[in-house]
C-alpha cells in the first residue's frame, strides 16, 4: 500500500486514504490528480478480466467496481470450475464530480475512471461560544 501513497495528491487525508485500501492487499490502485489540477483519476490493475466483466458503479462519492470472470472445462474423465471476482471501492474526495466519472480499460489490464474536479470554496474559522449551564442537583 505504500507504494501508492505516495502518488496522492496533497488535498486527500492519507488515513482515510488507508481506511479506504484496507483490506486490499497488494493490489495494483492508484488515486491521482491529473497535472492540470482539474481532473482525478483511479486506476485499478485488472489483468485477466475482459471489460464485458467489469461493472463500475458510483454511489454518492462512493466508486464501486465489480470484475467476475468464470470459466467451465469438461474433458473426457473431468470437469472443473473456476471463479475470479474481485471487488474493491474507493470513496472520492468531495471535491470529484462523481456523475461526470468515465471509464476505460487499457490493452495492459488497467480500468482507469477519470473525472473531473473543482476547486472547493475556503471555509473562514467560525468561533462557536460555550455557553456555561447551571445543572440542578436532586
Known sequence: ME????H??????EEKVKQAYAGMGDAEVGVQNVGDGKSFVCNFQLQGFKPEDIKVKTQGQKVIVDAKTESNHEDEEHESYSCKQYQPSIVLPENVNTDQLTSY?????????PA???ALPETKPKIVPVVVVKMETA
Open 3 to 6: 507504494r501508492f501513497l505516495k
Open 116 to 118: 473531473p474536479s473543482f
Open 8 to 13: 496522492l495528491p496533497h488535498l486527500l487525508d
Open 105 to 113: 480499460f487499457t490493452d495492459k489490464g488497467m480500468l482507469k475512471l
